[in-house]
Each structure stands twice: as C-alpha cells, then as structure tokens.
C-alpha cells in the first residue's frame, strides 16, 4: 500500500516506511545533559530540516530556509546561553512544518498546511497515520527529551527555571512588527517581571504576552512541562532581526545570560493552583 500527497514534486512513501531513516540526526540534541544549575532552556522551532523521506515538502529553497519553516537564530542563540551559562538546552532538530512540538497534536496548526503567503504542499490532506508517524518519530521523543531532563534535575533536588526561547519575524502578512522582543507567561508573573523589566532597561521594545500570548492553550510545551512540574517559568521571543547574524546573537545572549542568571538564583517552585491566569 503507498500513501500518496496528490501533490507535484513530491516522493510517494510507502506505508511501512519510517519518517527518519537510521542514519538521519535524531529527533533532539540535548546540550550540557549532566548540568546541575537550576534552568532548563527549551527550542522547539531550532531546525529547518525536513526528513529526507518528505523531500522539499513542495517549497522552493527560500522557503525551505524563511521564517515559516523554523525560528531563524532561535536555535544558535541557545546553544550560545547552554554554553556561556553551562546549562542545559532541549533542541528540537526537526521543522516544526513536520509537527509543531510548540501545539497539542489535536490543534490543527500542528501540521500547518499555510503560513504567511506560503502553501505547504505536503501537509494538505495528511492521513492520520502520516501524523501518527511525525509524532511518534519526533514529536512524542523531543517532549520525552524535556521531561527526561526535569526528572533528572528534580531527581537532584533542582526545580530549574523553563525557559522557552522562539524568534518572530520583522513582518507578517505585509505588517512590520516594531517589538523587539516578547515575553510570553501564563501562571509564573514573577520570572516574567525579571525579563520585562530588564529587557526594557536594556533599551529594548519588549511585549507583555506580545507578540504571542502565553496563556493557555498558547504555548503548549511551557503547559505541558512547567506547570504540571509546578516549575518557574517564560517564554522568550526575540524578533529575528536581532539574531540572524554572529554579532546578533552574541548581543542578546549576553543579555539573557544575566537576567537568566538572576532568575536561577531565586529557585523557587511555583504553585500553579494557586496562581489565576490573568486574561
Ligand atoms: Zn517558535
């Protein structure tokens, strides 16, 4: 039997195929996997890879490298921050245009079949057991990944800081976007107030849940790891301008190195119960 995407340019799989052949990277890397500080660092738009066995998935080189199909400098920003602060950083090493690790599964944006003016060929029409598969091959191993590493940590008596980093583009749908960062929270206000507040100092436009809101269902990996953990907690947005080149990065790393070390000396845990979600 084969599983045909009624779409040109794109490989006929057979259904027993795996997604990832054996010697393709796995799912994730996990940078510092032994580090006792008290963060956790998570990138779930690092990668524009596609496996080999879905080809171009229908996009034309430029595509295949823009916003729509990774966090262009998300993911060299924090290996950047696991390597300065000897921390350690959960990288998803697949595009979230294969599973979106940052939606439920159930959300339909899981598997996007548009974004910003670009069609997704290969993503129209996706039979169950082609979504099975994309979870069960990266989606599923990369979450894994994550809790493996608060389980190690807690298992140490650490109750690290989950830090959630994404980068956003200077324009979409035709619009500029004049915010340079966003911090996006839920049930954790404090750690949220340390970046707010020292972005701002920093000179820099920062948006309070924008441009992106964290609240719930937003955000899927800080809810489905940090709150049930009952661990301290906030997503990074970083406009992509800011981090598309060396300079960039090593700028806005040595920045969050320093709020990120003051959050990681205050090492509490939060109690989600008690904290509203203010929307
Ligand atoms: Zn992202």
């Not at 956790?40 to 990668?47: E, P, R």
């Not at 060929?121 to 894994?144: D, F, G, T, V």
């Not at 590493?149 to 994404?166: A, E, M, T, Y």
Request: hydrophobic share 40%.
């Amino acid at each position: 039997m084969i599983s045909v995407v009624p779409s040109k340019g794109l490989k006929i799989k057979k259904l027993d195929e795996t997604l990832l052949a054996p010697d393709e990277p796995a799912p994730f890397i996990i940078l510092n996997p032994d580090a006792v500080v008290p963060i956790l660092l998570v990138c779930d738009h690092a990668s524009h890879r596609f496996p080999r066995s879905l080809g171009t998935m229908g996009l034309d080189f430029l595509n295949r490298h823009s916003h729509v199909v990774h966090d262009i400098g998300a993911g060299a920003l924090v290996e950047m921050l696991a390597n300065n602060l000897g921390v350690t950083a959960v990288l998803c090493q697949y595009s979230r245009l294969i599973v979106d690790c940052n939606r439920e599964l159930a959300d339909h944006n899981a598997f996007l079949e548009y974004n910003d003016g670009v069609d997704i060929p290969a993503n129209h029409n996706l039979r169950n057991n082609e979504k099975e598969k994309r979870a069960s091959e990266i989606y599923w191993p990369y979450h894994n990944a994550i809790e493996g590493q608060i389980s190690r940590l807690k298992d140490q008596g650490i109750n690290p800081v989950f830090i959630s980093i994404h980068s956003f583009s200077p324009v979409i749908n035709g619009e500029a976007r004049e915010l340079e960062m966003g911090v996006l929270w839920d049930k954790d206000p404090t750690t949220a107030k340390f970046f707010l507040s020292d972005l701002g100092e920093a000179g820099y436009f920062v948006g309070d849940n924008k441009p992106y809101s964290g609240k719930d269902p937003e955000d899927f990996t800080i809810d489905h790891h940090a709150e049930p953990n009952g661990l301290p907690h906030v997503g990074i947005e970083i406009r992509q301008n800011l981090i598309h080149h060396g300079d960039g990065i090593k700028r806005i790393s040595g920045i969050l190195q320093k709020i990120i070390n003051l959050v990681a000396r205050q090492n509490r845990s939060i109690d989600i119960e008690s904290q509203k979600s203010f929307k």
